[in-house]
């Protein structure tokens, strides 16, 4: 033994398949426990010759399997029928058969992808670098052209010279002592090291330049700022297309809009006393409606009976009454062409009232002026 | 060579002849029952007789194919069993002959050959180019031909290889089974369009030809693994067939039964899925009232439990075990049949649902009858391995 | 024991010394590249240089860029995932399926195509990424918990796609992965720890291999572990293909409502991704002289799983072909019409001449033993299964159900470009890979060479040993 070196095991390198099937059997019958072959591939046979169980983890994939498959499930469930059920295509809430494509995906990614990290945490109990067994010659054979096998110093049969003895009688090219590396041993992980700290300092400057760039640079620029920038024209916007440098263009000369024919006379009264005439008939219907735009348009400065005493009285101006004769005697165009332009301080009603409804105002206008001198006749 | 020769790989031995007597016995008692069944309710009987037809069919098929299979990918295992893949591909021969009472009631059970029914559909009268009497019988008897050439191409050199020792037959055999394997896909698909596809001729599914073929090869696997293990068991064959050739053959009995399953969920899952009339009234027919215990049971029956007995390697290798399994997976296909061409029945006379009678319990009796009397038959004065093969030796050495 | 004439070939060629083995497999790794390598990464830098142009002007400019529009709004995006996607499958096949099949010829080229796997699917799944037109929200896409209950569509193929893909690319990783640590230990092993250079290797792959100690009692575990993969592995990969498949199959679209799409998507996977194992394998062996593990045999085995596949392929297309008649109805007849005399014909002829004529040369073994040869057979396959996708999924969409809508989808150059970048990032990675990590599988080539394993004492001692 090596001063101050703590034996681990004896180990012993073969040449070939044969000899170290041969020498598992016989360490096995010689009643030695805590001993391990290493060969560079799997020999077969060498299970049964150490007698080793066969691997759980067979079982382990299967119940994990089982419990991806009830996951997937219960994922699927408590989104698809628990959290926002939704009919979709007239399928059932739960349609099963659409939900097992990605059941079986979940089953399989677990089984396999849980098994192998149990199969490494659990029973291989890697990673660990630093076993006594690595960087060793025996190692570096066993990794490459040759078969090993270390009986453990801990194993209650081992002795140092019989182990070695042993080994020999067998055949084994080489036989040699395994160390526990003291360097490895008695290692204290001091939190301060300087390499760690410099790499955490590095790694916490990187992440924190790249989140500074990323939501306070990179998200404002070109593409990946959620479009807030788009090609086409906005209104009220200038723009370097268009000559005159409005996004807005004006409607194409001699259209007017839908459903809008412009109002011919806005120049002259006297033209459209002339030319305009009330198309309509005097029958309820347009009566009825003209008293209701009358009621609500013309009745808070006319009033409700055109006498101009409105309810606006002292606030503003009052109109001259609707019933005087000189209102009496114009023609229903002069009419129309007030209400449409306006006139000294009464604003322009066109926005409010649609042609047909300013003739049906008008009608109501002549209704009320009736009304208000009447004749002997009118009252029968 | 070494002194291995003076090992006994095989003893010839000839099948008991109260396997064939047996299998008669069973014939008949399944005839009288299917008589009965003639005489009371014909089409039914009818109905259950196509069921018996392309069981034995499935397994004849398969069986050639997995003869064939085992020359093109040059396989060690399966050559102790080769022989009695070999005797139940005989099984053909047996199977024009269940098709003649069928004759009966031909009309009534293929719709399309009943010229009302079919003016009235226009997709049916559509279909009328092929499902015609005459193209029907042309096509159905030259695959049977062509059938029987490849047995005698294939088992028929085998059976003369084992007097010959000619050792280039292997690579023989395998041309002609690199030829056999398209000639098989387009007669199992023709043969299950034509016979179980057919039998609603409104509708239509690609696959099925495929899902036929899963099942048949099943059907083979389970007759071969149950045969191969009661004979071996009984010293009928030689004594070095191991745990580890029947691994093989309960490792592709779990892998059919995967892919059995694929095939016929991708079937569902499609057609369910876009819900088209045309394509669902199928399984629709097979949803209703009584079918649709029947369709559930399916599942388990044909895949849930097949997977969770054969899925442990242990299970997979131990003779008893597989033997179990193996019938309960001949069963499995013929229940299979059972749900394919049924419901037809039920549809065309407006019954209750999923009968169960003495007419149905011909169905098993009659196949199984049919098979021990072929495999009495047909193994007689023959060896029951290929001991004429040159890999007899190292496939009985054989080990995972 | 056995007689010659049922005598195998050699899995691994000559007799070689397992130190040799260790040599050969290494060397690339040690060896600074020559200008063939060079070269060829200058090809493949190229090709995803332009694929990057392309994909950056989609992103700054938008989709609008690419071809697709109302009727065929699935172009070349889908076509290349389902490409690529299918390219990986052949890996899997070999290693797990094969494995599960045990047949021994596979370890030659089980970790080639097992990383040809991974980055197949890795250059497939680029597309689903990119096709949104903002990939940089995809996160959106994910199930996360929100105030609105917005859930993924459990019920889309689409989605089943996203689950289907990550499994596939996480469990070929490990399988992939767990394959390598025992050659990562086995690189550990040979380096001393004198230069710089070398303590970093051995570093890297000290943690690489989780400190492997190539002890049976592990290597017990291991082999079970691979069995477990293997057999989960195989499943996954029928399942892969079958869902994308179901993108088209659980549609209307009359060409894409059949049946038999999941067999004959799986069967067409495998077929194109064998062709494309056999044109990087056969370039591989001859530059990095693995000729004797990488052997003619094995190449021919290969070329025949590809008329095996290959004839599948026609089998469908014979089955759609005669259900479309069969089923009665116009619109899905006039599909199958339109594809071989429609528009689209010469991809129609494209593919039906490269996937079903091509492969059938294989028949004649000094065909398919003739290097050259097969070269060229490999890549028209990989041409015509690119175009069968092409016509599945454009020609249903071109001219479906209202002649109204016709029209004809032509690519842009940005799809196009794309195409060729998705070719140049699958073989920059291939190249470094046979560079960084060994592309044989050292471990697994040495338990099969001749003389690696103990002799068996034949028949007279099998009850004996209690197999």
Redesign the interface.
């Known amino acids: 033994m090596e001063n101050n070196k703590i034996l681990h095991s004896m180990s012993a390198i073969f040449t070939s398949p044969d000899d170290i099937m041969k020498a598992a059997k016989e360490i096995v019958k010689a009643g030695y426990t805590k001993f391990d072959i290493h060969t560079p591939y799997p020999v077969h046979g060498m299970d049964g010759a150490m007698k080793l169980k066969r691997s759980p983890l067979g079982y382990f994939a299967f119940a994990l399997g089982a419990v991806g498959a009830m996951l997937a499930l219960l994922l699927m469930w408590s989104t698809m029928v628990e959290s926002y059920p939704n009919n979709i295509g007239g399928k059932p809430l739960f349609p099963l058969p659409a939900f097992i494509p990605v059941t079986f995906e979940v089953t399989v990614l677990l089984a396999s992808v849980a098994t192998v990290v149990s199969m490494i945490v659990i029973f291989f109990r890697f990673p660990n670098n630093s076993h006594p067994l690595h960087d060793t010659p025996y190692m570096k054979k066993v990794s490459s052209d040759k078969y090993g096998a270390v009986i453990e110093s801990d194993d209650p049969n081992f002795d140092f010279d019989n182990v070695k003895e042993f080994f020999t009688g067998l055949g084994a090219e080489t036989v040699e002592p395994i160390y526990f590396d003291n360097d490895e041993l008695n290692v204290k992980h001091n939190i301060f090291e300087p390499k760690f700290i410099t790499g955490l300092t590095i790694i916490a400057i990187t992440v924190s330049a790249l989140t500074y760039f990323t939501l306070n640079k990179l998200i404002f620029m070109e593409p990946f700022n959620w479009m807030m920038t788009q090609q086409k024209l906005s209104a009220q916007s200038p723009s370097n297309f268009f000559k005159d440098g409005f996004s807005m263009r004006e409607p194409v000369s001699g259209t007017v809009a839908k459903n809008n024919m412009p109002y011919l006379y806005s120049d002259s009264v006297d033209l459209a006393e002339q030319v305009m005439v009330n198309p309509l008939d005097v029958d309820d219907k347009n009566l009825n409606v003209g008293k209701v735009k009358y009621n609500t348009y013309c009745s808070p400065c006319h009033d409700y009976n055109g006498n101009g005493q409105a309810r606006l009285n002292g606030q503003f101006p009052n109109p001259p009454s609707l019933h005087t004769d000189k209102v009496r005697n114009w023609k229903d165009g002069r009419i129309f062409h007030i209400i449409t332009v306006g006139q000294n301080t009464m604003p322009a009603y066109a926005q409010q009232l649609s042609d047909e409804e300013r003739w049906q105002i008008i009608t109501y206008i002549r209704a009320l002026q009736r009304a208000m001198n009447a004749t002997e006749e009118d009252m029968k | 060579?070494?002194n291995?020769q003076d090992?006994i790989?095989y003893e010839k031995k000839a099948i008991p002849s109260k396997i064939p007597l047996i299998g008669l016995a069973l014939l008949a008692i399944g005839g009288g029952l299917a008589g009965y069944g003639f005489s009371t309710d014909s089409i039914r009987a009818s109905y259950s007789l196509i069921i018996v037809f392309m069981t034995l069919f499935s397994v004849g098929f398969g069986a050639l194919f997995l003869v064939a299979l085992e020359y093109i990918v040059?396989a060690d295992w399966s050559v102790p069993f080769r022989r009695i893949t070999e005797i139940l591909a005989g099984v053909l021969f047996i199977v024009p002959l269940v098709a003649i009472p069928l004759l009966i009631n031909l009309d009534e059970i293929f719709t399309w050959l009943n010229p009302e029914l079919v003016n009235a559909d226009?997709?049916?009268k559509?279909?009328t180019p092929?499902l015609n009497e005459s193209f029907f019988m042309i096509r159905n008897i030259a695959i049977f031909v062509i059938m029987i050439i490849f047995y005698f191409l294939l088992a028929g050199r085998s059976f003369k290889q084992d007097v010959t020792k000619n050792?280039k037959s292997r690579k023989t055999s395998a041309k002609l089974s690199?030829i056999f394997?398209?000639l098989f896909?387009?007669s199992i698909?023709v043969v299950a369009m034509d016979w179980l596809m057919s039998l609603e001729p409104k509708w239509?599914?690609?696959?099925?030809?495929?899902y036929y073929f899963a099942g048949s090869v099943l059907a083979t696997l389970s007759v071969l693994t149950f045969v191969v293990i009661s004979l071996k068991d009984n010293g009928y064959l030689s004594k070095?067939i191991?745990?580890?050739h029947y691994y093989n053959l309960g490792?592709l009995m779990f892998a059919f039964t995967?892919f059995w399953a694929?095939?016929a969920?991708?079937?569902?899952?499609?057609?369910?899925?876009?819900?088209?009339p045309?394509e669902t009234l199928w399984y629709v027919d097979r949803g209703d009232g009584g079918w649709f215990i029947m369709s559930i049971a399916l599942i388990f029956i044909r895949f849930g439990i097949p997977y969770l007995a054969l899925?442990?390697?242990p299970s997979k290798s131990n003779p008893f075990r597989l033997k179990i399994i193996s019938v309960w997976v001949f069963l499995a296909h013929i229940f299979d049949l059972y749900w394919v061409i049924m419901p037809e029945y039920t549809k065309r006379t407006g019954a209750e649902g999923p009968v169960f009678g003495l007419t149905e319990l011909s169905v098993p009796l009659l196949i199984v009858g049919v098979l021990m009397l072929v495999i009495g038959l047909m193994s007689k004065n023959k060896n029951l391995m290929t001991v004429g093969d040159?890999?007899f030796?190292?496939s009985?050495?054989f080990?995972? | 024991m056995s007689i010659e004439l049922t005598h195998e070939p050699s899995v691994i060629e000559g007799r070689p010394a397992l130190k040799t083995i260790d040599a050969s497999i290494i060397k690339p790794m040690n060896n600074l590249p020559d200008k063939r390598f060079w070269a060829a990464m200058g090809l493949t830098l190229t090709m995803l240089g332009i694929g990057a142009l392309a994909l950056g002007m989609s992103f700054y400019r938008g989709l609008g860029l690419w071809g697709v529009n109302n009727p065929v709004g699935w172009g070349f995006a889908i076509i290349n995932f389902v490409f690529w996607v299918g390219i990986g499958h052949a890996g899997t096949l070999i290693s797990a399926i094969l494995f599960l099949f045990r047949q021994k010829w596979r370890t030659g080229i089980a970790r080639f195509a097992e990383g040809m796997t991974i980055f197949a699917v890795m250059t497939a799944g680029i597309f689903p990424l990119i096709h949104v037109g903002r990939p940089w929200l995809a996160g959106y896409l994910f199930p996360y918990p929100n105030q609105h209950s917005l859930w993924v569509n459990f019920t889309s193929p689409l989605l089943w796609d996203v689950f289907a893909v990550s499994t596939y690319f996480t469990v070929s990783f490990v399988f992939w992965y767990i394959g390598l640590i025992p050659d990562f230990a086995t690189m550990r092993d040979r380096l001393a720890n004198s230069t710089m250079v070398e303590k970093v290797k051995k570093t890297v792959y000290s943690v690489l291999s989780l400190g492997w100690r190539f002890s049976n009692r592990h290597w017990s575990h291991y082999e079970m572990m691979y069995l477990v993969l293997a057999g989960f592995a195989t499943p996954l990969v029928l399942s892969v293909h079958t869902i994308v498949s179901f993108d088209f199959a659980v549609s209307i679209m009359p060409g894409w409502h059949t049946t038999i799409f999941p067999p004959y998507f799986v069967a067409g996977a495998v077929f194109s991704g064998f062709a494309m194992v056999q044109n990087a394998l056969i370039i591989i062996r001859k530059v990095y002289d693995l000729e004797y593990i990488i052997t003619l045999d094995t190449l021919e085995k290969m070329n025949k799983i590809i008329i095996l596949t290959g004839l599948m392929v026609g089998y469908a297309y014979g089955m759609e072909f005669f259900i479309a008649w069969y089923s009665g109805h116009e619109v899905e007849s006039f599909a199958f019409v339109n594809r071989a005399f429609g528009p689209y014909a010469w991809a129609y002829w494209i593919m039906v001449s490269c996937n079903v004529i091509a492969p059938q040369f294989f028949w004649i073994k000094k065909l398919r033993t003739n290097i050259p040869f097969m070269f060229i057979i490999a890549v028209l396959v990989n041409v015509g299964m690119w175009f069968e996708r092409f016509v599945i999924t454009v020609t249903s969409l071109s001219r479906d159900y209202l002649p109204s809508s016709w029209a004809y989808y032509v690519p842009t150059i940005y799809d196009i470009g794309i195409l060729i970048g998705s070719f140049g990032w699958f073989f920059t990675l291939l190249l470094i890979f046979t560079r960084t990590m060994p592309v044989v599988s050292i471990a697994e080539v040495k338990a099969v060479v001749d003389g690696s394993q103990p002799t068996h004492h034949g028949l007279e001692h099998h009850s004996e040993e209690g197999h």
């Open positions: 060579m070494s291995a090992l790989l040059n226009k997709y049916v559509g279909k092929y050792p690199a394997m398209p896909a387009i698909t239509f599914s690609t696959i099925f030809g495929v070095y191991n745990e580890d490792g995967n694929y095939i969920f991708s079937q569902f899952l499609l057609i369910w899925y876009a819900n088209i045309d899925v442990t390697r040159p890999k030796k190292s009985l050495e080990h995972l």
